[in-house]
Antibody
Framework: EVQLLQSGGVLVQPGESLRLSCAASGFTFSSSAMSWIRQAPEKGLEWVSGISGSGDDTYYADSVKGRFTISRDNSKNMLYLQTNSLRVDDTAVYYC???????????????WGQGTLVTVSS | QSVLTQPPSASGTPGQRVTISCSGS????????VYWYQQLPGTAPKLLIYRHNKRPSGVPDRFSGSRSGTSASLAISGLRSEDEADYYC?????????????FGGGTKVTVL
């Protein structure tokens, strides 16, 4: 059974940093690209970043480029999102999601984690 | 402001057919696959349709997708109470500033 378990919610202040984690099991992790998608309170979905199965290729939304870094450790079946210089408008539930494919272009997200609420507030 | 445009709401009575539209451009829907995600209240999204019109295992054939030019649509036939959810279209966007996945703003389907 495919499982994506995310770290718990957190409250941080504007300007601070945070690393989100996603533990994968039930599939060959290195054979799947992965993505992070976020959803602000009462808002729609916003794709944040994607990474290929090998970790060699990464993609970012313009809204987070230069502030967020996606990475993976295939030896530990872990996906990460390092978030720096957090802003109030980064407040959202962050989902990790598994891709049906190994390359990160045109994500086909067939399994999603339970989500992690990140609140950025002073 | 979402890159893909969806109506904010749609509704129907049980058994009816409901259609949700998704409008984009040549850099996204016009040149890449369209995906549809269903988000039930309080849960993570679920892949409903991929590559315009394909259903993952377990998705009822009441759900169907199509694309024409720079627009796409999701149809739900034989509407059921458990279909009440938010539906999002998505497509890869080949923008010069940097490619990425774009979503529609979502359509809330209400079963009357």
């Amino acid at each position: 059974e495919v499982q994506l378990l995310q770290s718990g919610g957190v409250l941080v202040q504007p300007g601070e940093s945070l690393r989100l984690s996603c533990a994968a099991s039930g599939f060959t992790f290195s054979s799947s690209a992965m993505s992070w998608i976020r959803q602000a309170p009462e808002k729609g979905l916003e794709w944040v970043s994607g990474i290929s199965g090998s970790g060699d290729d990464t993609y970012y939304a313009d809204s987070v480029k230069g502030r967020f870094t996606i990475s993976r450790d295939n030896s530990k079946n872990m996906l990460y999102l390092q978030t720096n210089s957090l802003r109030v408008d980064d407040t959202a539930v962050y989902y990790c999601a598994k891709d049906k494919k190994v390359n990160a272009i045109v994500p086909e997200l067939d399994y999603w984690g339970q989500g992690t609420l990140v609140t950025v507030s002073s | 402001q979402s890159v893909l445009t969806q109506p904010p709401s749609a509704s129907g009575t049980p058994g009816q057919r409901v259609t949700i539209s998704c409008s984009g451009s040549s850099s996204n829907i016009g040149s890449n696959y369209v995906y549809w995600y269903q988000q039930l209240p309080g849960t993570a999204p679920k892949l409903l349709i991929y590559r315009h019109n394909k259903r993952p295992s377990g998705v009822p054939d009441r759900f169907s997708g199509s694309r024409s030019g720079t627009s796409a649509s999701l149809a739900i036939s034989g509407l059921r109470s458990e279909d009440e959810a938010d539906y999002y279209c998505a497509a890869w966007d080949d923008t010069l500033s940097g490619p990425g996945l774009v979503f529609g703003g979502g359509t809330k389907v209400t079963v009357l």
